[in-house]
T-cell receptor, first 112, second 114 residues
């Protein structure tokens, strides 16, 4: 069964900290992996897309890495800010399907 | 460039009724997918349409159906509503399916069944 797991489920940090969110997947035959952000009651905002042939992607203070062999991806957030508070979701697309398989998310709270 | 548009934003329906949700993808995108989000189950895939054809279907009962029009706009229908259908329904748009360049989501439709 293809599953995606995110650890931790919730995280609270003081402003300015660098932090790492983890995502693991059971099947290494992925097509690509996408990180999203979701604010309460809102839709999903795409943060980074990593193709299966890539090892990492960067956008501003965000860096996402992908290790297919170990079935892991990490999202690194540098110098966290209160505005980063949201739920972060990892989603995988497998080669044989056209659907996103989501983790349960990490709820991040950045305290001023 | 307009994003993914979902209408309506909020709906309240009574058990047993049916409901239709609409999604307009990004201009030029031909793939539209639907997801259900609930606190208990998280985000679950409903179905995907590409060029008016359903290509993938999730594990939901037949009460959930959809279609895609020639302009790529998609509708999702839920018949005989149950309390458990209360959820945020999200639509995702992709250039060519399989998320070749990733997926872009709409703001969702919040459905409450009473």
């Amino acid at each position: 069964k293809q599953e995606v797991t995110q650890i931790p489920a919730a995280l609270s940090v003081p402003e300015g900290e660098n932090l790492v969110l983890n995502c693991s997947f059971t099947d290494s035959a992925i097509y690509n992996l996408q990180w999203f952000r979701q604010d309460p009651g809102k839709g999903l905002t795409s943060l980074l897309l990593i193709q299966s042939s890539q090892r990492e992607q960067t956008s501003g203070r965000l860096n996402a890495s992908l290790d297919k062999s170990s079935g892991r991806s990490t999202l690194y957030i540098a110098a966290s800010q209160p505005g980063d508070s949201a739920t972060y979701l990892c989603a995988v697309i497998y080669n044989q399907g056209g659907k996103l398989i989501f983790g349960q998310g990490t709820e991040l709270s950045v305290k001023p | 460039k307009a994003g993914v548009t979902q209408t309506p934003r909020y709906l309240i329906k009574t058990r047993g009724q049916q409901v239709t949700l609409s999604c307009s993808p990004i201009s030029g995108h031909r793939s539209v997918s639907w997801y259900q989000q609930t606190p208990g189950q998280g985000l679950q895939f409903l179905f995907e349409y590409f060029s008016e054809t359903q290509r993938n279907k999730g594990n939901f009962p037949g009460r959930f159906s959809g279609r895609q029009f020639s302009n790529s706009r998609s509708e999702m229908n839920v018949s005989t509503l149950e309390l458990g259908d209360s959820a945020l329904y999200l639509c995702a748009s992709s250039l060519a399916g399989r998320g070749v360049r990733g997926y872009t989501f709409g703001s969702g439709t919040r459905l409450t069944v009473v």
